[in-house]
């Protein structure tokens, strides 16, 4: 049977880099960081490197950070894209299709078990239109298309999260609702521990949610973050690119 993972290597965009899940001076936690933390409970010699970053496209993950991470020879690896590609004006399914089968088989062909998911019908909580709402679904169910396909044909460990039944519970989700809380991203982080556990039959720790009654704390801790990181207003221009949405101004 496989020993622990040695080396983790998480790509990917604002989700896997810890957006909504801010820590008191204002780091990022995220997902990957709790499964990392697991993964550490079985060998405290894991290797852990986060090259996610905000804001990218699929392609932009491909080209900024497959190279640094093929050098640090993973084991295993994250590459969750498409939710940048789904808002842009000229979105089709190519965009997300091409940049992650190329992700999967170099980090594959190197030796890494690939972490994947599909995207959360974010749509659902955003307050916008119901025709803008109808085309923002549209797109996130063909990126869910293309990396159900790409995740079946290559061979990754994929989390279906558009299928999550607590995934769009509210208590899940940031202020901005375009990102998981801490308890959203600890979903995730325990879903990818879940998966891992029936592949390789070992026990991942991983803690249980924080209390409801605390995301009081939380959400103004966000809120800080926000103030604090997003400068000119990003979570609204994100917003105003959504499909069927006008700029104000």
Not at 63 to 77: I, N, T, V, Y
Not at 140 to 146: C, Q, R, S, T
Request: overall charge neutral; aromatic content about 4%; proline content about 8%.
């Amino acid at each position: 049977m496989p020993g622990p993972f040695r080396t983790f290597v998480a790509l990917g965009d604002s989700v896997t880099e810890g957006v909504g899940d801010p820590l008191p001076g204002g780091e990022l936690r995220g997902w990957a960081d709790r499964l990392a933390d697991g993964l550490r409970a079985l060998n405290p010699d894991l290797v852990y490197a986060k090259l996610a970053r905000r804001s990218l496209v699929s392609r932009e993950i491909l080209e900024r950070q497959l190279g640094p991470a093929l050098e640090l020879r993973p084991d295993l690896a994250s590459a969750i894209v498409g939710m940048n590609d789904a808002i842009q004006p000229d979105f089709e399914p190519g965009s997300v299709a091409g940049p992650l089968e190329e992700l999967v088989t170099a980090l594959a062909g190197a030796g890494a078990t690939v972490l994947t998911s599909t995207l959360p019908d974010v749509s659902r909580l955003l307050p916008i239109p119901p025709r803008a709402r109808a085309r923002v679904r549209e797109r996130l169910g063909a990126v869910n298309e293309v990396v159900r396909e790409v995740s079946a044909r290559l061979g990754t460990v994929l989390v279906d999260a558009e299928v999550f039944p607590e995934e769009l519970h509210s208590r899940n989700w940031s202020l901005d609702r375009l990102h998981p809380n801490s308890r959203g991203h600890l979903l995730i982080a325990k879903a990818f521990a879940s998966q891992l556990e029936s592949l390789r039959g070992i026990e991942i720790p991983m803690p249980d949610p924080e209390p409801v009654r605390r995301l009081g704390l939380e959400n103004a801790r966000h809120a800080r973050w926000l103030v604090g990181h997003v400068a000119g207003g990003q979570a609204r221009r994100i917003r105003s690119r959504l499909p069927g949405r006008r700029e104000a101004g």
